[in-house]
Structures are given as structure tokens and as C-alpha cells.
T-cell receptor
Framework: GENVEQHPSTLSVQEGDSAVIKCTYSDSASNYFPWYKQELGKRPQLIIDIRSNVGEKKDQRIAVTLNKTAKHFSLHITETQPEDSAVYFCAAPIYGQNFVFGPGTRLSVLP | SAVISQKPSRDICQRGTSLTIQCQVDSQVTMMFWYRQQPGQSLTLIATANQGSEATYESGFVIDKFPISRPNLTFSTLTVSNMSPEDSSIYLC??????????FGSGTRLTVV
């Protein structure tokens, strides 16, 4: 079945530095890859997504890159701020339908 | 994107009892999804609820334990039956947000004592 791996599990960066989180997936037919941010006690919120017909997508300080050949995609956050501290989850669809979520990355941005 | 109202937001329940969680969506959606998020863990899909048919359960989840209703295209309920402390989790409903992934309800934090 579909397996989504996510690394690292925890990440600490200094405010202003960049953070990169990587996910790998197993289903080569997967074609849509969202990233969710979950702050403590709150619901997961979609922050950026990418479809398989592009290799990169940016939204201000956040970007996602996709390598379909290698079956991995990464979240890039530049100029990190304390409010970026949260748990980030990647996800990939199973057979184009239900999503499998990665195990999550706890990002801490240190002031 | 769709807006989901989920309730209750939290509850403390006695073991052996049942709790029904409700999700109301502000637009019609074909599929609704129910997830469990155990403390410090990722989201695990419990089942997919389609209107007019029985829910489809993922491996490890059964209808007797997690009965689901889907009476129309904007509403669904998940019941956690015969609860034990191991059922203490956050339960979230979710729907497709158009072409952009999934939107989640605010979650129900369940504690079983």
C-alpha cells in the first residue's frame, strides 16, 4: 500500500534561517501533494500544494518542490519566523483518492 | 473552500459509553472523511462516508466500533462505541476543498476515563 515517509521528525532553526522538510511516497500514480500546518490544539491547515505537472510552486516565503522520478517532494520555508513553529504534515493520495499523511515534522523557530 | 462545523469540540466520557460526533458542511460534498489523531501522532483515516451508501472503513477500523451516518450531502456523524481509554484521541472530519486538497473540521478532543 501507499507509504509516505517524512524527514526530519523534529527541526529547530534560528529565526531568519531556512527550513526544509522532505517527504517520499511509494505510489507512482500519485499526482497531488499538499502540505498542512498544524498549530498546537488546532486543526491542520493547507498551506501549499503542488500537482505533478509542475516541479516547483512558491507562495511568499513558502515553496514546494517535486521530483516525480525520485518520488519525493519538499517544503521550503525561508526567513523563518516564530509563528512558523508548528507541526507540518505532507500527504499523498492512494490510487488518486484517499490521502495518506506523513508522520509529521515538529518545527521550532528559535528567536 | 468549504467550511465545516464540528461538535462537540471536546468531551470526557466514561469507559463503556458511546459518543457521537457531528460534522456539518456549508456546501454539498460527495465524500466526507473521518480521521483519528492520537496524541503526538499523524492523522489516520478511519473511514470514507458517501451519501446513500455504507461507509468504507480502513484496515483496523470496523463499523461496530465506529458507526457512521451520512444522511445527506452536507452532514455526517461518527460514533465511537463502547469506549476505552485507548480511544482517547482527536477525531476530525474532512472534505475535499475543491481542487485544493482537503479542509478539516476543528476536531473533537475525546478523553475516556
Amino acid at each position: 500500500g501507499e507509504n509516505v515517509e517524512q524527514h526530519p521528525s523534529t527541526l529547530s532553526v534560528q529565526e531568519g534561517d531556512s527550513a526544509v522538510i522532505k517527504c517520499t511516497y511509494s505510489d507512482s500514480a500519485s499526482n497531488y501533494f499538499p502540505w498542512y500546518k498544524q498549530e498546537l490544539g488546532k486543526r491542520p491547515q493547507l498551506i501549499i500544494d503542488i500537482r505533478s505537472n509542475v516541479g516547483e510552486k512558491k507562495d511568499q516565503r513558502i515553496a514546494v518542490t517535486l521530483n516525480k522520478t525520485a518520488k519525493h517532494f519538499s517544503l521550503h520555508i525561508t526567513e523563518t519566523q516564530p509563528e512558523d513553529s508548528a507541526v507540518y504534515f505532507c500527504a499523498a493520495p492512494i490510487y488518486g483518492q484517499n490521502f495518506v499523511f506523513g508522520p509529521g515534522t515538529r518545527l521550532s523557530v528559535l528567536p | 473552500s468549504a467550511v465545516i462545523s464540528q461538535k462537540p469540540s471536546r468531551d470526557i466520557c466514561q469507559r463503556g459509553t458511546s459518543l457521537t460526533i457531528q460534522c456539518q458542511v456549508d456546501s454539498q460534498v460527495t465524500m466526507m472523511f473521518w480521521y483519528r489523531q492520537q496524541p503526538g501522532q499523524s492523522l489516520t483515516l478511519i473511514a470514507t462516508a458517501n451519501q446513500g451508501s455504507e461507509a468504507t472503513y480502513e484496515s483496523g477500523f470496523v463499523i461496530d466500533k465506529f458507526p457512521i451516518s451520512r444522511p445527506n450531502l452536507t452532514f455526517s456523524t461518527l460514533t465511537v462505541s463502547n469506549m476505552s481509554p485507548e480511544d482517547s484521541s482527536i477525531y476530525l472530519c474532512s472534505v475535499e476543498a475543491g481542487i485544493r486538497g482537503y479542509t478539516f473540521g476543528s476536531g473533537t478532543r475525546l478523553t475516556v476515563v
